[in-house]
């Protein structure tokens, strides 16, 4: 499955008002998609988007940091793209995914897409936490799978290198409490 499949997938759960929790938006790419469907976005990162809306809350901060604070915020739909192998497993496991639990309303979504072995050629830096879809479907076991792969795609890196990637992808839905 190619970013496109996966991103196409999680934009169709999207309805207009939603609550999306883009986590790790960088430049903002996924943030102005979620928005031009109607959604009301929170974007998350170290260097976030920088166009301005209503609809858009841009929160300037490490993922660690945002989920640490006192938010009481709940989500429609949560989207975490080419993140989490930068943020430590254990950390990941024991925190992140029960804050998102915890902050997502009951039939919402999250999408995760994540690497599970460094690309080809490899980056210059080493990814700290690289997951299987096994790693991440076991986090969500009593959840509705919506889509869930394990596989590899040619593509353009962010320098415009062409590489090898190896994705997990998973996409699923909160049971209703």
């Known amino acids: 499955m190619d970013v496109k499949n996966f991103t196409n997938i999680f934009l169709a759960c999207i309805k207009p008002g939603n609550k999306v929790l883009d986590l790790g938006a960088g430049e903002g790419k996924f943030t102005q998609m979620f928005f031009e469907r109607g959604a009301i976005v929170t974007a998350v990162d170290m260097q976030p ?19 640490a604070s006192e938010e009481n915020e709940h989500y429609d739909l949560i989207f975490a793209r080419n993140v989490i192998q930068f943020l430590d497993k254990l950390w990941v496991f024991e925190t992140l995914f029960p804050w998102m639990n915890k902050h997502l309303a009951p039939g919402g979504i999250v999408a995760i897409e994540t690497f599970y072995q460094e690309p080809e050629p490899p980056f210059g830096h080493n990814m700290i936490s690289l997951y299987t879809l096994k790693e991440l479907i076991s986090n969500f076991m009593t959840w509705k799978e919506i889509d869930a ?8 890196d962010m320098s415009g290198q062409k590489r090898r990637f190896f994705v997990s992808s998973l996409i699923v839905q909160k049971t209703k409490e």
């Open 149 to 156: 792969r394990e596989n590899d795609y040619f593509g353009l």
């Open 49 to 67: 988007p920088t166009f301005h809306n209503v609809a858009l809350i841009v929160k300037k901060m490490k993922i660690e940091d945002f989920c």
